[in-house]
């Protein structure tokens, strides 16, 4: 097994004890999200940088670069959230275009993952 997954295996079973063990049913709720979308964009970014580089059409060579993708990548994450969390919730389309991104990231992640590794 490699160390990569060891670190994640043992990060996520210290959090979940820290947080289930010590911290109120909503809280430990909160601080499992979100240190379980801290890994995902960490792995996301780990394992993608250089595709996001390619896209964003960023020059390897400049010094900016690796930089440069982070920001858009971050900026757009936070700029979803902001977006969602900010507009009136009690728009029906709305809501049900923010709720279908947040159930389809699952059917994402393995549909992302499976062509990385040529299995579709």
Known sequence: MSRQKVA???????????????????????????????????????????????????????????????????????AYGFIADSLPIHDQWFVAGVMCVAIMHFWYDGFVWSVRRHDV
């Open 8 to 78: 994640l295996y043992a990060s996520t079973a210290l959090c979940s004890i820290w947080a289930w063990g010590f911290n109120p049913y909503g809280e430990a709720f909160f601080i499992m999200n979100f240190f379980h979308a801290l890994q995902y964009f960490a792995i996301v970014w780990w394992r993608e940088q250089g595709t996001m580089k390619r896209v964003f059409r960023l020059p390897e060579a400049k010094r900016a670069a690796k930089p440069a993708a982070l920001a858009i990548f971050l900026g757009s994450v936070f």
